[in-house]
């Protein structure tokens, strides 16, 4: 289990659940100081993420690139790949491969959360999933071409109609023969949606490619009511060996929520 840690480069996102929010530079410094080696980065735009820009910081601060999200398509650019509107859901596409190319420079994979819809739809639910069946299918296969995969993400019943299990997932990216295709477990959406996280991850196993790890609220791990210990189990049964990534808020502060998120991994 590799430890990451997510930073925000989006200001329309400043309250959202990331760690780190103050800047490439200083987050990449904060996340060194707190012991990680890898972060996951929230960017507005594919060009954010140019290697010119990112490679160095990088360096500077001997860290990888554990992913690269997508949601800012839809949080600062207002695309979703099942808009009614044919324009927006091409845009939405772009917007995807582009972040996927980036990411795919430095090994990383992208990932699909807010851009597969939320929790009102301007088309029906089946005609939205045909849409969203399509995209992955383009997405994996370009994330496959670039040597990565594309991570697709259960959410819960609130952000989303569409995907809300890993099995939903799971079935979606088999029913379309999708390749290139891991799914995202994020501890914090399957908290609320699964019947049994452990059981989910021990059933999936093979599928999981990334794993958010955030307690039932939202905190950094060991400050909610989650009980972490058989859910590494089960993450070490099935052999699991991606990141653990801190997709949380930043409570009490950025640098504790890393820190409590660093004990709780010390181990695993
Ligand atoms: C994205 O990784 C996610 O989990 C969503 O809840 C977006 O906020
Ligand atoms: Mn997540």
Not at 67 to 84: D, E, F, N, P, Y
């Amino acid at each position: 289990m590799r430890p990451a840690v997510t930073v925000c480069l989006v200001p329309q996102a400043a309250r959202g659940p990331f760690v780190f929010h103050g800047g490439l530079e200083e987050s990449c410094a904060r996340a060194r100081a707190a012991g990680f080696e890898a972060v996951e980065v929230f960017a507005p735009e594919p060009s954010a993420l140019a290697e010119s820009t990112l490679r160095p910081v990088l360096e500077r601060h001997g860290l990888s690139l554990a992913a690269v999200g997508t949601g800012a398509g839809w949080v600062v650019h207002r695309l979703s790949l099942v808009a009614a509107d044919a324009g927006i859901r091409e845009r939405a596409r772009e917007f995807i491969r582009g972040v996927i190319t980036a990411g795919a420079k430095f090994g990383a994979p992208a990932i699909l959360g807010s851009m597969q819809g939320g929790a009102t739809l301007e088309v029906d639910r089946e005609q939205a999933l045909e849409w969203l069946g399509d995209a992955i299918v383009e997405m994996g296969a370009h994330a496959r071409s670039m040597g990565t995969t594309f991570l697709v993400e259960p959410l819960n019943r609130y952000e989303t109609v569409m995907l809300r299990t890993v099995e939903d997932a799971a079935e979606l990216i088999a029913r379309r023969g999708a390749t290139g295709c891991t799914i995202l477990a994020d501890l914090f959406h399957m908290n609320i949606e699964e019947h049994s996280i452990e059981g989910t991850l021990r059933q999936h196993g093979p599928l999981i490619g990334h794993v958010h790890w955030a307690d039932s609220n939202r905190q950094a791990m060991g400050l909610g009511h989650t009980a972490s210990g058989p859910i590494l189990q089960a993450l070490k049964e099935t052999g699991y060996r991606g990141y653990c990534s801190a997709e949380i808020f930043p409570l009490p502060d950025g640098d504790e929520a890393a820190r409590q998120t660093m004990r709780s991994l010390k181990g695993a």
